[in-house]
């Protein structure tokens, strides 16, 4: 495994396993160096697929990669799901076959339980954070992972264990007013992450707005990113991918599964 890649340092059980990719290791060729897994970018369809055989090889695990639209649809998944299932989150309880979230700005949110019985993965963009009357990926992941675990919802968030990947960090991810609207109309905390611009502009803290949607859910044990500088793809070039930086971006992948 690529000593660059992010490897959560979180307290899970043993048949858990979870990184996140960086630039680093791969063949494809710039803007897309080095390590771009995502083959609707406009990068070669060679060193994509070359980049993600070295990335199941590195993992051991068989990567299913989805068709995300910044929606709040949840997939279950196993060996026989065919890439690109349409969905912005997914779950297992199999062995051997990986949950995995394309990324270049947006959060990847990983997740299992104490027990380590099943893991999940969120590809989460405001869009899909905010949701539909505030409903979003996060709410739709947990309430699929509890009927997955048989139990109900606030026992299982209580059981839960989550990790923040990189994304967009606090003090490059301008948004518009309709984007503050979007989660303050249905939660008045979340006004606390944004900071007024210019005019109607804003930077938003994609990760802040997460942790407290998970914290809402009865989520406790959260882990990763804290908004702080180094997980900030807009403002790590070298290390990170972001769609916003460059508009012609690779993706990094999030990938979680149980051995």
């Not at 403002?235 to 051995?259: E, K, Q, T």
Request: glycine share 8%; proline share 4%.
């Amino acid at each position: 495994m690529n000593s660059d890649w992010l490897v959560p340092q979180w307290p899970v059980p043993a048949q858990v396993h979870a990184l996140c990719t960086t630039r680093a290791g791969g063949s494809s060729m710039a803007p897309f160096d080095a390590l771009n897994l995502a083959d609707h970018v406009g990068d070669s369809q060679l060193a994509v697929a070359a980049n993600r055989a070295l990335l199941q090889h590195a993992m051991k695990a068989r990567p299913v990669f989805l068709s995300q639209v910044h929606g709040t649809e949840v997939a279950f998944v196993s060996a026989s799901t065919p890439s690109e299932t349409r969905a912005d989150a997914c779950l297992t309880d199999q062995s051997g076959v990986a949950c995995t979230i394309m990324v270049a700005d947006c959060l990847p949110v990983l997740l299992t339980n104490r027990q380590g019985s099943a893991v999940g993965a969120a590809h989460a963009g405001w869009r899909g954070l905010a949701g539909q009357d505030g409903q979003g990926i996060l709410e739709s992941m947990l309430s699929s992972f509890a009927a997955l675990c048989t139990l109900d919802g606030r026992r299982q968030a209580a059981e839960t264990v989550v990790w923040l990947g990189p994304c967009i960090g606090p003090n490059a991810f301008e948004v518009g007013e309709d984007v503050r609207d979007a989660f303050v109309a249905h939660d008045r905390d979340a006004a606390q992450m944004f900071q007024r611009q210019r005019g109607d502009k804003w930077l938003a803290d994609l990760a802040g707005l997460a942790r407290l949607r998970l914290a809402a859910l009865g989520v406790t044990q959260i882990y990763g990113n804290d908004g702080g500088a180094a997980w900030c793809t807009a403002s790590n070039p070298s290390r990170y991918f972001s769609h916003r930086r460059d508009r012609v971006s690779g993706r990094m992948a999030a990938c979680i599964w149980l051995s």
